[in-house]
């Protein structure tokens, strides 16, 4: 049996650095360098607990899972308005309003605007106008605005049955029952009443009633008759027909009268009780047109009559009703048309703030007055009536006392 090959044995120089020989060594040999502690073999000496500084092993750790996270969920659709089946009170609910009917509602809204705006216009251009200033010397200008209402009881556009319905008459020519002024200004509106037999001075007529200056040569002459005895500028002129004042008061529903006895008229075709009633447009008239139930003060009630119906007709036309209404707000505008005439250079806007003013002449929003009489033959008051006009002229209806504004002109010691 072969013997196994030994290695160098102990001493060898070559190898005396592996085997731990005593032999001299290289100083670039590599030294193994033990342990603190360790014995002659190289290993790690008995100690009674781990040392400080024995290298410890440590176990390799497992790398953790991060945590398990739920998905989110999911976001619901938005709901409608229509959807909702609730009232929406939810914070982040908002119904949406469908954007077609939104246009549809916005067309309608402009549409109806554009009506308002457009009959008005219309029935304006249907209004027929007057030649109404005179010529020559007239008062200058003066502040606020001063319109002259004439009601005309003028048959000519009126049929032989409208005549007979009315109780007008078979009167010819034109002459006035309405004469009055209205001033629009800073201070509260004005409607006052000129008696139609106030006596006054005509210019190249003398001394007559007034209604006889409309006569005698039309708008024109009692302009400048009203401007000559009163100082007053006139700065638009409103004449208003039978026919036409029927058609509004018909237009409007009807007004309110409050008549203080029962009238009885033949001759203005009236029969009314005493007491606030409805009205309808024949009755009206015959309402304001009437001056014989009153012996006492005759043509003075009359005009304190006409007062109160142009002011409940007001009113009526400028109710939230009328506006509402389409077919009442194109009747009202329509009769409107038919039952004015003005003088030349009355615009639109003009027209439409006498009918504004028309409803602001009761109570603390104007005044309804005579003008100042001195007795019922009928005479002005000269003291009396000049403060009036004054008044007028400077635009000051505010400084107009209760001893100069009374219903029937009179003053207050004599009615009471």
């Not at 410890?56 to 899972?65: E, L």
């Not at 709901?79 to 908002?94: A, E």
């Not at 469908?98 to 209004?127: C, D, G, H, N």
Request: hydrophobic share 30%.
């Amino acid at each position: 049996m072969s013997e196994r090959p030994q290695g160098p044995k102990p001493g060898t120089p070559e190898y005396d650095w592996l085997y731990g020989g005593s032999s001299s060594r290289d100083d670039d040999a590599t030294e193994a360098i033990r342990a603190p502690g360790a014995g002659a073999s190289g290993r790690p000496a008995p100690q009674d607990g781990p040392s400080p500084d024995q290298t410890r092993v440590i176990p390799p750790t497992q790398p953790t899972a991060p945590p398990h996270r739920q998905p989110p969920p999911p976001v619901p659709p938005r709901q409608t308005g229509s959807d909702s089946g609730g009232s929406g009170g939810g914070r982040g609910f908002r119904p949406r309003f469908p954007r077609r009917r939104f246009r549809i509602v916005m067309l309608l809204l402009v549409a109806w605007l554009v009506f308002l705006v457009a009959v008005p216009l219309y029935a304006f251009s249907k209004v027929s106008t007057v030649d109404a200033f005179p010529k020559g010397a007239r008062p200058d200008d003066q502040d606020g605005t001063t319109y002259l209402v004439v009601g005309s009881d003028s048959r000519e556009d009126l049929s032989k049955e409208e005549r007979k319905r009315l109780g007008t008459g078979g009167g010819s020519g034109r002459r006035t029952d309405t004469i009055m002024l209205m001033h629009i200004g800073k201070g509260p509106n004005l409607l006052m009443s000129i008696p139609r037999d106030s006596l006054v001075d005509i210019p190249g007529h003398g001394v007559s009633k007034i209604n006889a200056a409309f006569a005698f040569g039309g708008p024109k002459l009692l302009v400048k008759t009203v401007e000559k005895n009163t100082g007053i500028k006139v700065d638009n002129y409103v004449e208003i027909g039978f026919g036409g004042f029927v058609d509004v008061v018909d237009a409007v529903g009807g007004i309110e009268i409050c008549p203080e006895r029962k009238m009885k008229d033949k001759l203005a075709n009236l029969d009314i009780p005493k007491g606030c009633q409805e009205a309808d447009g024949v009755t009206a008239l015959g309402y304001a047109r009437s001056r014989h139930t009153d012996p006492r003060y005759g043509d003075v009630t009359r005009a304190r009559h006409q007062r109160e119906v142009v002011s409940s007709i007001g009113d009526e036309a400028t109710s939230p009703w009328t506006v509402v209404n389409p077919v009442r707000y194109w009747r009202v505008n329509m009769a409107g048309a038919k039952t004015f005439s003005v003088s030349d250079g009355t615009g639109p806007i003009d027209l439409a703030r006498f009918a504004w003013a028309m409803t602001r002449v009761n109570g603390k929003d104007g005044l309804t007055c005579g003008v100042p009489i001195r007795d019922l033959a009928v005479h002005w008051d000269e003291q009396r009536s000049k403060q009036m006009f004054e008044h007028i002229r400077n635009d000051d209806t505010e400084g107009i006392g209760k001893g100069l504004c009374t219903p029937t002109g009179l003053p207050k010691s004599i009615t009471g």
